[in-house]
């Protein structure tokens, strides 16, 4: 059974400072890995989908990479704002969506 | 930018009652899912619609549940005799095409408390 694993849970840092994400599943039999955005009382918004035959995506300050075989993606952010905070949700997709717990950011001013 | 939106946000339930929950999904899309989050815990996969059918469902998914598209517009998720541990958040969400090349959006969410 697929299990998606996200490390740290909580991660604190300064305004400007670049950080890591990082998420790891038990199968590699997926289809895609989707990196997700989750503010307080709100639903998921998506940030970057990568298919199992990609390495990579960018969108603006957000890098996400993808390894498949070794069952880990990282998702990159430059330059943090205060704005960045929120909970980061990982996502496998099999024959359906299958989440980590989240990592919750708290990017300081 | 079109979004998926759910009524209510908050539904207070008696133990035993039936629920609806509502969606409107984004207009141009064919895929429609739902999706719980126990406080604390992952968000969890229940169901998946698509050409007026359920196309996958979950373990969580039993006979309690059921799905509808009404009408061109709304998908709904009703919950038949509802019980303490199904007090989440729901959300609904919605893609153009199959997931395997577009992602799912997401509305905000129906917090359901079961009393």
């Known amino acids: 059974k697929q299990e998606v694993t996200q490390i740290p849970a909580a991660l604190s840092v300064p305004e400007g400072e670049n950080l890591v994400l990082n998420c790891s599943f038990t199968d590699s039999a997926i289809y895609n890995l989707q990196w997700f955005r989750q503010d307080p009382g709100k639903g998921l918004t998506s940030l970057l989908l990568?298919?199992?035959?990609?390495r990579e995506q960018t969108s603006g300050r957000l890098n996400a990479s993808l390894d498949k075989s070794s069952g880990r993606s990282t998702l990159y952010i430059a330059a943090s704002q205060p704005g960045d905070s929120a909970t980061y949700l990982c996502a496998v997709l099999e024959t359906a969506l299958i989440f980590g717990k989240g990592t919750t950011l708290s990017v300081s001013s | 930018e079109p979004e998926v939106t759910q009524t209510p946000s908050h539904q207070v339930t008696q133990m035993g009652q039936e629920v609806i929950l509502r969606c409107v999904p984004i207009s141009n899309h064919l895929y429609f899912y739902w999706y719980r989050q126990i406080l604390g815990q992952k968000v969890e996969f229940l169901v998946s619609f698509y050409n007026n059918e359920i196309s996958e469902k979950s373990e969580i998914f039993d006979d309690q549940f059921s799905v509808e598209r009404p009408d061109g517009s709304n998908f709904t998720l009703k919950i038949r005799s509802t019980k303490l541990e199904d007090s989440a958040m729901y959300f609904c969400a919605s893609s153009r095409e199959d997931s395997l090349n577009q992602p799912q959006h997401f509305g905000d969410g129906t917090r359901l408390s079961i009393l």
């Open positions: 990568i298919q199992s035959s990609q």
